[in-house]
């Protein structure tokens, strides 16, 4: 009898020894947790230097105004920064080939031999994005590439190739007193696309650009604007209206507006030296 409970419990010791293995295959292990993802608008958000939500941005040769007045939910994060990575692609003074042509274009048929003349001036932005609200976008001009003097709008050219005209757009224009060169313009918009933005004289006709709803708005302003004369007083003393040579394009692709200048700061100084060497031979 003892022998046979000894042989049936160590039948079952060897059972339950076997049966250990067996079990640790099938028990899980416990996986760590992964965290979880953040994206860029989530993970970070924007302020300004006092802590409090950023309503103003400040990059190389722009600044953005995200708050000017209006009374709204707070700006989403994710827009703000795609509005920056869009201002900051700005390009004073580009344009292609096709555009320049469109420019000489109306500078011609307004009676005007070049873009500056006209104060057509570009400005191109890479990128797209629809607001819910204004914001205010100012913008560098190099310096000598847009003369002042009068009185100008704001245009864009969109995708179908059409031109808009930005009655809304609240343009300002910031000038040094001392050249009469534009160093500064600001305006107000809830939308860009890539494409050229760009200035001309109040009293530019651009029906023919234009789409249906900026005709009227145009002919409406023209019918107002006043313009003044601008003029550079030479080293002489005497006074001499300022000219420029006309923007022709040199190549493939964009064209800047610097080589405008140039040639126009070029044309100023043989005025200056044609007009002292008659003031010396009416001495003589």
Known sequence: MRKLITVLLTAMLVASLLALPCSAKTSKRKEPKKPKKT????????TSPDGGPMVEYKGDGFR????????????????????IKI??????????EEENKMFTDIAR????????????????FEGHIKLDRNIRVHIDIPYGELDGGYDINLFCIKEDGTVEYLKDAELEVFANGNTGYI??????????????????RKECDLSKYLDEGSVEA???EMTTATTTAQVTTMTDGTSSDVT????KPSGGGSIPMAAVVAAALGGVAIGVFATVAIMKR???
């Open 39 to 46: 994206t860029a608008t989530t993970s970070a958000r924007l």
């Open 183 to 200: 160093e500064r313009i600001a305006f107000i918009t809830n939308e860009f696309s890539t494409s050229t933005y760009f200035t001309a």
């Open 244 to 247: 420029t040579v006309e923007n």
């Open 64 to 83: 953005i105004q995200f708050d000017i007045g209006e009374t709204k939910a707070p700006f989403l994060d994710g827009d703000k920064r795609e509005v």
């Open 218 to 220: 145009s002919k409406a």
């Open 109 to 124: 048929a307004n009676g005007m031999p070049d873009l500056a003349s006209a104060r057509i001036y570009p400005i191109h």
């Open 282 to 284: 009416k001495k003589t």
């Open 87 to 96: 201002v900051s692609s700005v390009q004073p003074g580009r344009m292609s």
